[in-house]
């Protein structure tokens, strides 16, 4: 049976991206619909899957494993497993991005250099 989602009802009540989490739909894939301002993103992270970025919109500045990447809509970025990875749109115009999870359940370990 098909399923129709509107993403605005995916945002949090606390603010953020919409996040689409498979296991509540019975899908096996999850992902973030980001729409981030100028000089916003997501700080230091990584997944123990794989996580890919569908570029739309702004220009996106990307850090893998310490490797700076600037990425122009039209491109699609990979990120592998277990990698520590952060993201910033320094375009004027709001980055659009669908960040997709190759999981049913994101899971996300912070970077606390401490």
């Known amino acids: 049976m098909i399923q129709i989602i509107e993403i605005a009802s995916l945002k949090p009540l606390s ?3 919409p996040r689409f989490e498979g296991y509540l739909y019975g899908a096996k894939t999850s992902f973030f619909v980001v729409n981030s301002p100028k000089g916003h993103g997501a700080d230091k992270h990584r997944h123990p899957y ?5 570029v739309l919109g702004g220009d ?5 494993d310490g490797e700076l990447q600037r ?3 039209g491109h699609i970025v990979i990120i592998p497993p277990n990698t520590w990875h952060e993201f910033k749109n320094r375009a004027e115009q709001p980055a659009l991005m669908v960040n997709i999870h190759a999981a049913q359940t994101m899971i996300q370990e912070d ?4």
Do not use: D, L, Q
């Not at 996106?60 to 893998?64: A, L």
């Open 15 to 17: 603010g953020g991206s």
């Open 50 to 54: 794989e996580e890919i970025f569908v």
């Open 60 to 64: 996106i500045e990307v850090i893998v």
């Open 71 to 73: 990425i122009e809509p």
């Open 111 to 114: 970077w606390n250099p401490s």
